[in-house]
């Protein structure tokens, strides 16, 4: 239980085009849905937090307009990388709550690189 | 600030020997502790977790302790196999920003050797 499925797992994009990243619960229903950017060798970074129905609450440092979330019901989220640009290149992972509440489940990740 | 660390960013064991990875959080406030696992290029796998009323917690071949006097957390693997090598993180919630947001550790690389 508490599958989360993440696609593409591998984009590689043109410097200024958008890239739409998905993230799905599979068997549960993840009312909060987290996404992550994660460089190598390093920890995982909160970006930001999103609730289904309601808008994504950013963390300090991360334009919204540039990582555009959407949480359209309890098994999708969706960030979109608009204008994507080299210094964007990361991991980004995307985590779901589970039915108590707390614990986070993670999605495989995707691997965006932007040339 | 808060912050979750960890002692060690790197730790060898040979196959068979029990390991053990260390964290420090400094939010006495933090009632809620995960450990993760993440092998290369994969997400976080949740292995592990507690909470503040515990002190310990056993789950399949691993353990986690907990001490709120000196903020310290550890995560005990048993038996270690070469599927074990990855980067543990642990995890701690449940403080200022509720028990939705996680606040991570900067990792602890286990190297298993034959």
């Known amino acids: 239980g508490a599958v989360v499925s993440q696609h593409p797992s591998r984009v590689i994009c043109k410097s200024g085009t958008s890239v739409k990243i998905e993230c799905r619960s599979l068997d549960f229903q993840a009312t909060t849905m987290f996404w992550y950017r994660q460089f190598p060798k390093k920890s995982l970074m909160l970006m930001a937090t999103?609730?289904?129905?309601?808008?994504?609450?950013?963390e300090q440092g991360v334009e919204k307009d540039k990582f555009l979330i959407n949480h359209a019901s309890l098994t999708l989220s969706t960030l979109t990388v608009t204008s994507a640009h080299p210094e964007d290149s990361s991991f980004y992972i995307c985590?779901?709550?589970?039915?108590?509440?707390?614990?986070?489940?993670f999605g495989p990740g995707t691997r965006l690189t932007v040339l | 600030g808060e912050s979750v660390g960890l002692h060690l960013p790197t730790l060898s064991v040979q196959e068979g020997d029990n390991s053990i990875i260390n964290c420090a959080y400094s939010n006495s406030a933090s009632d809620y502790f995960i450990w993760y696992k993440q092998e290369s290029g994969k997400g976080p796998q949740f292995i592990i977790d507690i909470r503040s009323n515990m002190d310990k917690r056993q789950g399949q071949r691993v353990t986690v302790l907990l001490n709120k006097t000196v903020k310290h957390l550890s995560l005990q693997i048993a038996a270690t196999q070469p599927g074990d090598s990855a980067v543990y993180f642990c995890a701690e919630g449940g403080s200022s920003g509720g028990y939705n947001k996680l606040i991570f550790g900067a990792g602890t690389r286990l190297a298993v050797h034959p």
């Open positions: 999103s609730n289904e129905g309601s808008k994504a609450t950013y």
């Open positions: 985590s779901g709550n589970g039915r108590y509440g707390d614990t986070q489940y």
